[in-house]
């Protein structure tokens, strides 16, 4: 399975931008970088996806490198709801799209 | 509009009994996904059902077993439980594998223990 790295963890301090990166080195020239988010005690939820150029959405930014083996992901002002797991996926499409999750970063957000 | 919805939320069973976890999709979605998460790590995928069939597998052992009906609803079986299998389980829809990469909807999970 299409594999991602990203940091166990990060702080950010409120209303400052984050950016959380995701290393993708084995992506092929099919797959889709998706994030989702999940909150204590909820179900994952969708942030935004993309292929090859930057995304933008009212949740975040996608920034994607131009070799797409990473990605960024940009919350421009953190608030303290922001506090989540983010994870970083490749969707990869084998005859169907699967979706695999890695172990996510912990994102902080210091008041 | 409803979201995806999960029964029952909470479920505990002795080890070596059968269970059944239920999934309602969202509207208009027609591709329901299961994980399991146990805690502290990321969902793992368990299978994915289209059209009333099992269209994609992640790798775990057929004691875990599926369905989708007619109206798209899903049902998670896990036979012989081990304790082992205690963990978040997580239904996510979405609309038409294959045909779109659109973001999956997800419930809030069955916590399942396994005493």
């Known amino acids: 399975d299409a594999k991602t790295t990203q940091p166990n963890s990060m702080e950010s301090n409120e209303e400052e931008p984050v950016h959380l990166p995701c290393n993708h080195s084995?992506?092929?020239?099919?797959?889709?970088i998706h994030w989702y988010r999940q909150l204590p005690s909820q179900g994952p939820e969708y942030v935004i996806h993309?292929?090859?150029s930057n995304v933008n959405n009212r949740m975040a930014s996608l920034a994607i490198a131009e070799d797409r083996k990473s990605s960024t992901l940009i919350l421009h002002r953190a608030t303290l709801r922001d506090a989540a797991v983010y994870y970083c996926?490749?969707?990869?499409?084998?005859?169907?799209?699967?979706?695999?999750f890695g172990a996510g970063t912990r994102l902080f957000v210091k008041a | 509009d409803a979201g995806v919805t999960q029964s029952p939320t909470h479920l505990i069973k002795t080890r070596g009994q059968q269970v059944t976890l239920r999934c309602s999709p969202k509207?208009?979605?027609?591709?329901v996904s299961w994980y399991q998460q146990a805690l502290g790590q990321g969902p793992q995928f368990i299978f994915q059902?289209?059209?009333?069939?099992?269209?994609q597998r992640g790798n775990f052992p057929d004691r875990f077993s599926g369905h989708q009906f007619p109206n798209y609803s899903s049902e998670l079986n896990v036979n012989a439980l081990l304790l082992g299998d205690s963990a978040l389980y997580l239904c996510?829809?979405?609309?038409?594998?294959?045909?779109?990469?659109?973001?999956?909807?997800f419930g809030s999970g069955t916590r399942l223990t396994v005493v």
């Open positions: 996926i490749l969707k990869v499409n084998t005859g169907g799209f699967k979706t695999i």
């Open positions: 084995t992506i092929s020239g099919t797959d889709y």
């Open positions: 996510a829809s979405s609309a038409g594998t294959g045909k779109n990469n659109y973001g999956y909807t």
């Open positions: 993309g292929l090859t």
């Open positions: 509207s208009g979605h027609d591709t």
């Open positions: 059902y289209y059209e009333e069939e099992e269209r």
